[in-house]
């Protein structure tokens, strides 16, 4: 690891995963028709249709449509309120979309917390836009070991969030594009868990992502004096249409458009459409893992090593802020050098899907405007 990245897991100390719930008891004044989706609000665009697809599943979930076309109905007639997850403490991978009956996880010390919903395994799955029925049968299976193994052990014994930020590092993960050693450790603190709940579990290496991602969320919204540095980023993601930042003590997000992700495409997907830059998992980055941490990740190096930016190395010294360890925007505007976020490329048509896995780089644009918006 490099000097910024000494440490990195220490910064966690104290966030443990503490319990599982549904959204609307994690979230009372979450309203029954509201949608939680990644990134900024939908402003004067239509929704990705990954992010449609997921709204629809989302609602027969729920049980407000008994079909797609009827949830299709109530999404395009403005009777759903689709809302930033984030400006609710959450934080949701790709074009996953959370609703009140979803189950999520409880991530905080305490007193503070943030949420991030449980994930389905293995494609197809909600988070990548895919419409096969499928992806609800499996969520549902998520949901119902949720409510009768997890939560419950949760009670008793929060997972420690920095012993599984610590190993993955150690062993070669960036807990962002690589999460299975951390998704190990997280399995080695889950001991009462049944061989069933266990082997359903061990064959979804990404369970661990939600968690990492709302730990990295409370560390940007609660981990940082706000009082010593005002320019302090509070929530940052991609929907599809547009990426953005939203600063601590503000409710308008800062906002550039969202171009696709660089990175390798699965045979045969070459030639299909990737979404704009999609997902909360951003937070991972902009905390210092991920795209920060591929010094960590030798095997990802060796994959991207034909598209990373020469300067990669140094990235993370130079624009990670040394006491909090979050992107800086005035230290990536004094370096030219934008945050590198580890994200995947979801098709953008209604087919859905993951296309590849990649890494994007938001336009300098976007921390010049987060300075001119702050006063010094």
Same mark, same amino acid.
Request: net charge negative; charged share 20%; aromatic share 6%.
């Given at each position: 690891?490099?000097?910024?990245?000494?440490?990195?897991?220490?910064?966690?100390?104290?966030?443990?995963?503490?319990?599982?719930?549904?959204?609307?008891?994690?979230?009372?004044?979450?309203?029954?028709?509201?949608?939680?989706?990644?990134?900024?609000?939908?402003?004067?665009?239509?929704?990705?249709?990954?992010?449609?697809?997921?709204?629809?599943?989302?609602?027969?979930?729920?049980?407000?449509?008994?079909?797609?076309?009827?949830?299709?109905?109530?999404?395009?007639?403005?009777?759903?309120?689709?809302?930033?997850?984030?400006?609710?403490?959450?934080?949701?991978?790709?074009?996953?979309?959370?609703?009140?009956?979803?189950?999520?996880?409880?991530?905080?010390?305490?007193?503070?917390?943030?949420?991030?919903?449980?994930?389905?395994?293995?494609?197809?799955?909600?988070?990548?836009?895919?419409?096969?029925?499928?992806?609800?049968?499996?969520?549902?299976?998520?949901?119902?070991?949720?409510?009768?193994?997890?939560?419950?052990?949760?009670?008793?014994?929060?997972?420690?969030?920095? /012993?599984?930020?610590?190993?993955?590092?150690?062993?070669?993960?960036?807990?962002? /594009?690589?999460?299975?050693?951390?998704?190990?450790?997280?399995?080695?603190?889950?001991?009462?868990?049944?061989?069933?709940?266990?082997?359903?579990?061990?064959?979804?290496?990404?369970?661990?992502?939600?968690?990492?991602?709302?730990?990295?969320?409370?560390?940007?919204?609660?981990?940082?004096?706000?009082?010593?540095?005002?320019?302090?980023?509070?929530?940052?993601?991609?929907?599809?249409?547009?990426?953005?930042?939203?600063?601590?003590?503000?409710?308008?997000?800062?906002?550039?458009?969202?171009?696709?992700?660089?990175?390798?495409?699965?045979?045969?997907?070459?030639?299909?459409?990737?979404?704009?830059?999609?997902?909360?998992?951003?937070?991972?980055?902009?905390?210092?893992?991920?795209?920060?941490?591929?010094?960590?990740?030798?095997?990802?190096?060796?994959?991207?090593?034909?598209?990373?930016?020469?300067?990669?190395?140094?990235?993370?010294?130079?624009?990670?802020?040394?006491?909090?360890?979050?992107?800086?925007?005035?230290?990536?505007?004094?370096?030219?050098?934008?945050?590198?976020?580890?994200?995947?490329?979801?098709?953008?048509?209604?087919?859905?899907?993951?296309?590849?896995?990649?890494?994007?780089?938001?336009?300098?644009?976007?921390?010049?405007? /987060?300075?001119?918006?702050?006063?010094?």
């Amino acid at each position: 690891m490099n000097g910024t990245q000494t440490g990195t897991s220490t910064r966690f100390d104290g966030i443990f995963l503490r319990g599982a719930a549904l959204l609307k008891d994690a979230i009372p004044g979450v309203g029954d028709r509201t949608l939680l989706h990644a990134g900024p609000p939908f402003v004067g665009c239509p929704i990705p249709v990954p992010v449609r697809t997921a709204a629809i599943h989302a609602l027969l979930f729920e049980g407000l449509a008994k079909t797609s076309g009827e949830a299709a109905d109530l999404i395009d007639s403005g009777r759903i309120d689709l809302q930033p997850a984030q400006d609710w403490g959450v934080v949701t991978p790709l074009a996953q979309v959370v609703s009140p009956s979803m189950p999520v996880f409880i991530i905080g010390n305490g007193k503070r917390q943030t949420f991030a919903p449980l994930i389905e395994g293995a494609p197809p799955a909600l988070r990548f836009g895919s419409p096969e029925p499928e992806c609800l049968d499996k969520l549902r299976l998520h949901a119902d070991f949720a409510y009768r193994e997890l939560a419950p052990q949760l009670r008793e014994v929060p997972v420690v969030i920095a /012993t599984l930020i610590e190993r993955a590092l150690a062993e070669g993960n960036d807990c962002h /594009t690589l999460t299975d050693r951390a998704n190990l450790a997280l399995m080695d603190q889950l001991q009462g868990l049944s061989c069933d709940y266990r082997s359903l579990l061990d064959q979804s290496p990404g369970f661990v992502l939600p968690i990492l991602m709302g730990a990295c969320a409370w560390l940007l919204r609660f981990g940082q004096d706000a009082s010593k540095n005002r320019r302090v980023i509070a929530a940052a993601g991609g929907n599809g249409n547009d990426f953005g930042i939203r600063l601590i003590g503000q409710s308008q997000w800062i906002t550039i458009p969202a171009l696709a992700p660089t990175g390798h495409r699965f045979a045969p997907q070459e030639h299909r459409l990737a979404l704009g830059a999609i997902g909360d998992s951003a937070v991972i980055d902009f905390c210092g893992l991920g795209g920060q941490a591929l010094l960590s990740a030798p095997a990802l190096v060796a994959d991207w090593k034909d598209l990373l930016p020469d300067d990669w190395r140094v990235r993370p010294d130079s624009i990670l802020d040394p006491d909090s360890g979050v992107v800086c925007p005035s230290r990536v505007m004094r370096q030219q050098m934008p945050p590198i976020v580890n994200l995947a490329l979801v098709a953008a048509d209604h087919k859905g899907g993951i296309l590849g896995k990649g890494f994007y780089q938001p336009d300098l644009s976007l921390f010049s405007e /987060t300075q001119a918006r702050v006063s010094p």
